[in-house]
């Protein structure tokens, strides 16, 4: 694994050549990221909603596109709506790599109870996605920093292979790979540099409800680190044996939690592919304060009316928040 920094380009005012300023400007790496790309039925104590925009890749693109460009890989059928093309679009997110197939794109239900305690998984209708095959094209084969987002693990393992250098694997998953993938998640597990998982399912792969044993667990099974999502309770990331809590943003009022999994994830990572994995707990600050946004409306609602600005303003509050428990 090699280390990752912001490259730095200096850039010379050439043209008033009497004050030559150097000035150091950090450009973003790109970001390849896999997952699914969905429309989804959501139904939560604030409402019902069909045929949202929605996907782990999806959430995952949008949100990191706040901070660093994405290179997206996915399917859709040939339903999938001109909206989401423009989204991508809109974002500048590179689509080269997502395949359509005639067939219907992926299809996901889920319900929420009151006081949003765990999720339902009302339908999953695969479509298209039955039949994904994932095919980097020469360009996105050379990035450096890798996207597992939450897909089959065979899928992920797919391609994680096609990528000539990748110097960050980070990858997600769910419960439903638990039960049904374990094997190929374990290799998923030992080709991550990170991963990313919530508690049920952390407790769910280690057997240990303990936390922090489950990440000492996972940890010995591959990961430098392993970040674990506690839901309304935060999260923990987990390197070697230290352990670092990272509070939610207070005060959000939650209208639709889907994608904020994936929204946390885009943070993190937009703030690796800007400032290097160097300081990872203020990357877990970055992506704490983007899934605050994404909770905020229904499907991609939210995490579209969040902007850089708002971002540090949130991830500044939590950060306080923590510096202040610790006196
Ligand atoms: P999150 O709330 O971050 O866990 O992600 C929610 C997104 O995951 C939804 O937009 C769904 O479309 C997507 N999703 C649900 N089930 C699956 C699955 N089995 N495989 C891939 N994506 C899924």
Redesign the pocket.
Known sequence: MNQISPRQTTIKLAFFPTTRLNWPVVIPKPILAV??I?L?TIETPAGRRENLL???AT?FAVATSLFAPVRLVGLVGDDFPQAGWDLFRERSIDTRDVQTLAGSTFR?GGRYPAGFNGRE?LF?ELGVFEGFQPLLSATNRRTEIIYLG??QPSLQLELAKQVDDASLIVSDT?N?WIDTARQDLDKVLAASDIFLINDEEAEQLTGNPDLDAAAAILLAAGPRAVIIKMGSRGSMLAQGRERTRVPIFPGVEVID??????TFAGGFLGHIAVHGRDDLAAAVVQGTAVASFAVEGFGLDGIRKATLEKVVVRAAAIAKAMAASLN
């Open positions: 997952g699914s969905a989804d929605g996907g782990s959430f996901w998984t999953t939450n897909i769910m439903l939690p889907t994608g904020a999994g994936d």
